[in-house]
């Protein structure tokens, strides 16, 4: 028995060890590039005052791609994918460096307005947030401020291609003076959805998007994301291997604010190149 519970505490040392090796010495292998990219990510650091969060990442995210971006808790890909419509802005002591770009321009420019670029990448939290308005003006208030609707019947068409394409036009048709907060969790999702589609972005960001919904919610919103890619391109953070499967084409692994490892998803769940990600894969650690 002493034998047996030495044996165990030692692979933990040992898997301990492997979690603290050199980080200077992790370079990203894999699939990092891809040809016409949406957007670049190259030599991305991330600074909470002086700890850096993120670690050199250098990434692409392809046209008409679902790249899932997967890790153990604070592992950075949450802080990453805010740094992809500078969400971390609102962050005082966060600061980031390197170059990140959206079809060859540096959104990180001075000469960069953040309010029409967040509208250009848009985002859903993990938490449903619809504004305290009706379920009509929760979609036409985006068109609206960014001056891409000048009459009511084009605001009204705006509204309903944008609650079809986030498959809730049907059960919301009948009430769209009601609030949005009245609606499910689910239906709420979709209607954070509509609304980020309804000013015409380029990508799409998810963070955790159904974390907090139940397993049929959660299997409308991956059938959604499905339905997307054909005219978005969308990165997404998960914390369920199993979703990052279902919706993904590329994934990414961090962990510790590095990059560890990108490439196809059926690669990387079923042949992964790096022990780290085999380990999380297969859950020896996460």
């Not at 604070?74 to 005082?92: E, V, W």
């Not at 848009?122 to 891409?148: C, E, R, T, W």
């Not at 974390?211 to 998960?238: C, F, G, H, K, M």
């Not at 196809?264 to 297969?282: A, C, S």
Request: aromatic residues 6%; glycine residues 8%; negative net charge.
């Amino acid at each position: 028995m002493e034998a047996s519970q030495t044996a165990v505490n030692g692979a933990a040392s040992a898997t301990a060890s492997q979690l603290l090796v050199d980080r200077s010495h992790r370079e990203t292998i894999g699939q990092q590039f891809v040809e016409n990219p949406r957007m670049t990510c190259r030599n991305v650091d991330v600074y909470y005052g002086d700890k850096r969060a993120i670690n050199n990442v250098t990434l692409d995210i392809g046209s008409n791609e679902v790249i899932a971006m997967i890790g153990p808790s604070g592992c950075g890909k949450s802080t990453f994918l805010r740094c992809l419509n500078r969400m971390n802005d609102y962050i005082d002591i966060c600061r980031v460096e390197g170059e990140i770009r959206l079809d060859g321009q540096n959104i990180y420019s001075g000469e960069v307005d953040v309010v029409p670029l967040r509208a250009m990448i848009g985002m859903v939290f993990q938490k449903p947030n619809p504004f305290p308005k009706s379920i009509y003006d929760n979609i036409a208030y985006g068109p609206k401020i960014h001056g891409l609707v000048a009459t009511k019947s084009e605001t009204d068409e705006v509204v309903e291609t944008s609650l079809k394409k986030a498959g809730l036009w049907e059960e919301v048709k009948d009430r769209l003076d009601q609030p949005g907060t009245g609606l499910s969790g689910g239906q709420q999702q979709r209607l954070c959805i509509a609304r980020t589609i309804a000013v015409n972005p380029e990508v799409i960001l998810m963070d955790e998007p159904c974390s907090a919904l139940d397993p049929i919610a959660t299997s409308v919103i991956e059938d959604l994301i499905d339905e997307l890619r054909e005219q978005y391109t969308i990165a997404i953070v998960t914390h369920s291997m199993q979703q990052a499967s279902r919706v993904s084409q590329r994934t990414a692994y961090f962990h510790l604010g590095d990059l560890i490892e990108v490439g196809t998803t059926d690669q990387i769940f079923t042949r992964p190149g790096h022990q780290l990600t085999e380990d999380y894969i297969t859950g020896r650690f996460g």
